[in-house]
Nanobody, 122 residues
Framework: QVQLVESGGGLVHPGGSLTLSCAAS????????MGWYRQVPEKQREWVAG???????SYADSGMGRFTISRDNAKNTVYLQMSSLKPEDTAVYYC????????????????WGQGSQVTVSS
């Protein structure tokens, strides 16, 4: 079994900063891409940022210049540093990872975190 456990969400004032963490655990053989998505009520989940196994990063326009994604491969953890937060960044943030388990070598499956509420409000 593989689990992705998120932490770091909360309430922050406009212009503030917040860092989300997501740790993968279980029978992991390797982790390919990792990323962050977000969702607001009645809207589809949208991609926020991604990072490859080699560390290459990419961002949605909404977070460009304000969000930084990083990963610690030794800890199987991905981070999302968010700064200059705006009220429109309010959402539930989900981490995502493409993982090859020890029991299923050669098969990469998609896993999601439980979601972390980020609220930007004065």
């Amino acid at each position: 079994q593989v689990q992705l456990v998120e932490s770091g969400g909360g309430l922050v004032h406009p212009g503030g900063s917040l860092t989300l963490s997501c740790a993968a655990s279980g029978s992991i053989f390797s982790i390919n891409a990792m990323g962050w998505y977000r969702q607001v009520p009645e809207k589809q989940r949208e991609w926020v940022a991604g990072i490859s196994s080699g560390g290459s990063t990419s961002y949605a326009d909404s977070g460009m210049g304000r969000f930084t994604i990083s990963r610690d491969n030794a800890k199987n953890t991905v981070y999302l540093q968010m700064s200059s937060l705006k009220p429109e960044d309010t959402a539930v943030y989900y981490c995502h990872a493409v993982i090859q388990t020890s029991r299923e070598r050669g098969i990469f499956r998609s896993y999601w975190g439980q979601g972390s509420q980020v609220t930007v409000s004065s």
